[in-house]
């Protein structure tokens, strides 16, 4: 059986390649020079430098956009499991039977799980949608200038002024020896 088609196929250099997997995975060109134990400035070289790396670079982006995008819809659909802390300390949840009487171990004490709490984050939903269906969901911005009272705002049109040609200078000058004054 074969295996999935190499992204990177063209890409054999082994920091290039450990950097590609890692910005496919982290989303974050320093993070990945991190994993990849170089500096990232020759990431940078080898875009300039490197065709078949700029190319290979794209879809390691497009794959890392495609995770946080994935990553985002999860957070706002599914949400998030969050502690629950009372007075500096982990709340506990007592665990029921289906019949909604408490569930107890071998000795009768009560079992007890940390308390938790599913939170959705709203702000995503909102840019998720945002992004998917603009017409309906997209911002908006829709100005008006209006004059005083609510008129038309008036508009004088001046005449254009045009610098003269030189010649033209020439002709417009003070005849010898007269000075121009105010």
């Known amino acids: 059986m074969a295996g999935k088609p190499d992204p990177f196929g063209k890409i054999r250099h082994p920091k290039k390649r450990a950097f590609l997997a890692a910005m496919a ?4 060109v320093l993070r990945a020079a991190e994993i990849a134990r170089m500096d990232r400035d020759n990431h940078y070289l ?3 430098k ?3 790396y700029a190319t290979a670079f794209e879809i390691a982006r497009g794959r890392a956009a495609d995770a946080l995008e994935a990553e985002a819809v999860r957070r706002a659909h ?5 502690p629950i802390f009372h007075g ?5 949840d007592v665990v ?6 408490i569930k107890r171990d071998e000795t009768g004490k009560p079992i007890g ?4 709490v599913r939170e959705y984050s709203d702000t995503l939903l909102i840019f998720l949608l945002k992004g998917r269906n603009p017409a309906v969901f997209g911002d908006r911005l829709k100005q008006e200038h209006v004059g005083v009272e609510g008129k038309p705002i008036p508009v004088i049109i001046l005449p254009q002024i045009t610098t003269p040609d030189p010649s033209e200078m020439q002709e417009m000058a003070l005849p010898e020896g007269r000075v121009k004054t105010r």
């Open 96 to 101: 029921q039977n289906p019949d909604g009487s």
């Open 50 to 52: 490197d065709p078949d």
């Open 78 to 82: 599914e949400g998030i499991t969050k």
């Open 46 to 48: 080898w875009l300039k």
């Open 113 to 116: 799980i940390p308390a938790a």
């Open 88 to 92: 500096g300390k982990r709340a506990i």
């Open 25 to 28: 995975n982290t989303a974050n």
